[in-house]
T-cell receptor
Framework: TAGITQAPTSQILAAGRSMTLRCTQD?????MYWYRQDLGLGLRLIHY???????GKGEVPDGYSVSRANTDDFPLTLASAVPSQTSVYFC???????????FGPGTRLTVL | TQLLEQSPQFLSIQEGENLTVYCNSS?????LQWYRQEPGEGPVLLVT?????EVKKLKRLTFQFGDARKDSSLHITAAQPGDTGLYLC??????????FGSGTQLTVLP
């Protein structure tokens, strides 16, 4: 089983450009999450979705948007990237009623 | 906002030594999880503790949840190079979302 896949693995992006980070899970988990990981700050929640069709804001949502059209996919969009969005982005999912989160391999994004 | 502080931030020890990593907060959590992350990968769950005072063992790793459910510790006995990695604690709050600590980077030297 693939679990969670993320694409691309890494990306260099010019400031002001838009980009969508893709996340797909094959575990039929209800909840999905996007985190960013920065040195010394741990993982910070950007957006989450408890079920298909619903989304919510996490700790650091500004500059990011998400959608959840179906159970499997949870893309993260940066409408106009800024250098402070340089980070490693992780997508995660969890089954309803369980708090264990399963993480993807991450996308390393550099905004110049 | 619930905050989790981990200490130490970095730890480098020799193979065979023991170590303890701490995770502290002023907030109460309904459960606390410990994850391990290796370079280039996402975090992987090691254990979840739910009850105040709970102790769980995973081979040479011992996890404890504080009585007041505000803090936790991870103790590794006779560390091995394979234990090297980033250890993250994460507390589950009222909204069933996780708040992560900043992590402890452990290096075990052979």
């Amino acid at each position: 089983t693939a679990g969670i896949t993320q694409a691309p693995t890494s990306q260099i992006l010019a400031a002001g450009r838009s980009m969508t980070l893709r996340c797909t899970q094959d575990m039929r988990h209800n909840a999905m999450y996007w985190y960013r990981q920065d040195l010394g700050l741990g993982l910070r929640l950007i957006h989450y979705s408890n079920t298909a069709g619903t989304t919510g804001k996490g700790e650091v949502p500004d500059g990011y948007s998400v959608s959840r059209a179906n159970t499997d996919d949870f893309p993260l969009t940066l409408a106009s990237a800024v250098p402070s969005q340089t980070s490693v982005y992780f997508c995660a999912s969890s089954a309803q009623g369980f708090n264990e989160q399963f993480f993807g391999p991450g996308t390393r994004l550099t905004v110049l | 906002t619930q905050l989790l502080e981990q200490s130490p931030q970095f730890l480098s020890i020799q193979e065979g030594e023991n170590l303890t990593v701490y995770c502290n907060s002023s907030s109460v959590f309904s459960s606390l999880q410990w994850y391990r992350q290796e370079p280039g990968e996402g975090p992987v769950l090691l254990v979840t503790v739910v009850t105040g005072g709970e102790v769980k063992k995973l081979k040479r790793l011992t996890f404890q949840f504080g009585d007041a459910r505000k803090d936790s510790s991870l103790h590794i006995t006779a560390a091995q190079p394979g234990d090297t990695g980033l250890y993250l604690c994460a507390g589950e709050g009222s909204a069933r979302q996780l708040t992560f600590g900043s992590g402890t980077q452990l290096t075990v030297l052979p």
